[in-house]
């Protein structure tokens, strides 16, 4: 399971790597330039902020129409969340592909969605391909489309700990050594492709942060506590 793990994670590095190129390549395609929505849109006509993403959601709304006449499309398992937990750790190939299409369409046009979710998809497929490939009992399918998740967290974030402990928690809802130690090597393994590949700068660039007197520590403390407070309340707000 180990060597598995680690040839899953290094698949769904590719697979991650591969998703987030098309979208710099259709960026740069579209624009003209590919270091980043913010900056392309203050270099667009307002109509072209407009219209744009209007285009882009109606195409991504109608890959996800299509995806429902996919086979499973409509039942649970086509999440990477629900194959693990609910279903048997099959992952459709074309449904996967569809919805992965229908983010891109999104991230590429302006929308408010995020890159990493499909990324994680991506990855977690190839997981549920080497589970069905090497004919696994369903356990073991199920660990390896985790294992999946896990590369896609790690190269979608750089944190591979954190991306293995994550889906280890949320998702598997376990701690033990036989699940947590697949998701850390195939999440290391993922993130030292990424890190030979690409490069091994952190994802979001923070300023030099010092603290400069115990003051600073109080308020620091009171303000901890007072999240930990209030996030009962704001959980029991949204049930």
Known sequence: MLLLAAAVGISGAFATMGFRSLILAAEQWMYGRSDGLVQIA???????????????GLIAGGLLLGSRKVPGGNKKGGDYMEAIM???GNLGVRLSCLRALSSFASVVSGG????EGSMVQLAALTGSIAGRWCDLPEPRRRLLVACGAAAGVATAYNAPIAGAVFI????????AIESLGPLIVSAVAANIVVGAIWGASPVYQMPQFKIHSGVSTTVFAALGLAAGLLAPVFLTVID
């Open 42 to 56: 203050t270099h667009l006509d307002w109509w072209h902020r407009l219209l744009i993403p209007a285009l882009g």
């Open 168 to 175: 280890s928690e949320i998702v598997l809802g376990s701690v």
């Open 112 to 115: 408010a969605i995020g890159r």
């Open 86 to 88: 609910l279903g048997d």
